[in-house]
């Protein structure tokens, strides 16, 4: 193999190490928001009363949901988002 064809393969190669990292880096970002974002709605549904009105959005409408519902709901996303991480 001359140097020219390899040195292609290794330019190719780094290329492709530089995407998957840029890709993983952009991912963990993106979880790393989300887990902020819920660790904030968990804070703050600690602070409100057991009857209080919680709104989920679905697509464009608001539909209520029980507090005990929401709090499962998000503590199963914060498991998931921290697994993933």
């Known amino acids: 193999m001359s140097l020219d064809t390899r040195l ?3 330019t190719s190669e780094y290329q492709r190490l530089q ?3 840029s890709d993983a880096i952009e991912a963990r970002q993106r979880l790393d928001s ?7 709605v968990q ?3 600690k602070l409100l009363k057991d009857d209080a009105n919680i709104f989920k959005l ?3 409408v608001l ?3 029980d ?3 929401a709090t499962t709901n998000v503590n199963k996303r914060l498991d998931y988002i921290r697994s993933e991480m």
């Open 63 to 65: 539909v209520k949901q």
């Open 8 to 10: 292609e393969a290794a």
């Open 34 to 40: 989300q887990l902020q974002e819920n660790e904030v």
């Open 19 to 21: 995407k998957e990292l």
């Open 43 to 45: 804070k703050e549904f």
């Open 67 to 69: 507090k005990s519902e």
């Open 58 to 60: 679905i697509g464009p």
